[in-house]
């Protein structure tokens, strides 16, 4: 049988045509990882350290958040940035220690499936929240809804 | 066939020039990712970044009860406060600064050739942000955790 080994000094550089998706993943994880240091820790000051922190957290204390469009746009961009930054960190896992191809690709789409799925869910959630439900205990509610 | 071209080749090194004698290294150096204190930061990267992944997949879907009801959200979210979970908590806060502060270490690496000179150093100042950020997270949230 005969080898060809290249020699030591070619060049391996392939010039593929169209856009390198994993250059940009590689550059979306570090871009999305320095938004997420500012709304991760903003969040976790302001649910956690605040007031009397988790012991303070129910309905009433996000309706009242919610009901400012500041934390509305907060949340979703947290959301948004968080699942597909971990997603793809996940995809990475995966393609790391999946060596069965089946395997991998299950995976990852149970990944990708659980990804679009929260996405739509807390998009909605954030979007069609109501911080007055008719009919609910006013102690439960946001005290503005008194008002309403 | 017998290809004289494609035989194997290796181009012979050069007597005058002898090859660099290759030592076996005493303790790995490691790359700028692998190896040493690097490996282990590389290691709880990952083990953070998946620990949190499944954390804001749970997270998520109990943010979905908002929409269901005020009752049903507070029930769920009150399983947040008790002690149990408040040391769960700590875990999840401690994990996050790992993962942050790593994250933020290795975009200087990858982005900036001082970063990259002196990661090592980089190294230890993330230590010393976490420790910080701990002590100004945990007594606070122990407290609000173990007091009624
Ligand atoms: C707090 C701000 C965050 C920063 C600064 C950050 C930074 C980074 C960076 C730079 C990488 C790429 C590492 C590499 O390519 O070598 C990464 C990977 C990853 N991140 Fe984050 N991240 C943050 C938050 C999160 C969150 C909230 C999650 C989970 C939802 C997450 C999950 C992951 C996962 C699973 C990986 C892949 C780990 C690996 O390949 O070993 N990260 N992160």
Aim: hydrophobic share 50%; net charge positive.
């Amino acid at each position: 049988m005969t080898v060809t080994i290249d020699s030591p000094r070619a060049s391996t550089t392939k010039h593929h045509k169209g856009i390198n998706l994993e250059k940009w993943g590689w550059v979306f994880m570090r871009a999305s990882g320095v938004l997420l240091v500012v709304l991760i820790f903003g969040h976790l000051f302001v649910n956690l350290m605040i007031g009397h922190g988790v012991k303070a957290l129910d309905f009433a204390f996000v309706g009242g958040k919610f009901s400012d469009p500041f934390w509305q746009v907060w949340d979703m961009l947290l959301l948004w940035f968080a699942l597909i930054h971990g997603a793809n960190g996940m995809r990475t896992v995966i393609n790391d220690y999946a060596h069965n191809r089946l395997v991998g690709v299950v995976l990852k789409s149970f990944i990708l499936l659980a990804t679009i799925v929260l996405l739509t869910l807390g998009t909605l959630v954030i979007y069609t929240f109501d911080p007055c439900p008719a009919g609910s205990p006013a102690d439960l509610l946001p005290s503005f809804c008194a008002g309403v | 066939m017998p290809d004289k071209s494609t035989g194997s080749t290796v181009a012979s090194p050069q007597k005058k020039y002898p090859l660099p004698k290759i030592v076996k290294p005493k303790a790995l150096a490691g790359t700028v990712y692998r190896g040493n204190v690097g490996m282990w930061s590389w290691v709880l990267h990952r083990i953070t970044g998946v620990a949190i992944f499944f954390f804001l997949l749970v997270h998520i879907l109990d943010s979905t009860l908002l929409r269901v009801s005020p009752e049903a959200y507070n029930a769920v979210i009150g399983t947040y406060k008790n002690p149990i979970m408040g040391l769960g908590e700590v875990v999840l806060v401690a994990a996050i600064g790992i993962h942050a502060l790593n994250g933020l270490r290795v975009i200087l690496v990858d982005f900036w050739a001082w970063g990259m000179k002196h990661q090592k150093l980089l190294q230890w100042i993330g230590l010393a942000l976490w420790i910080i950020l701990l002590i100004g997270f945990v007594p606070r949230h122990l407290i609000n955790v173990f007091s009624e």
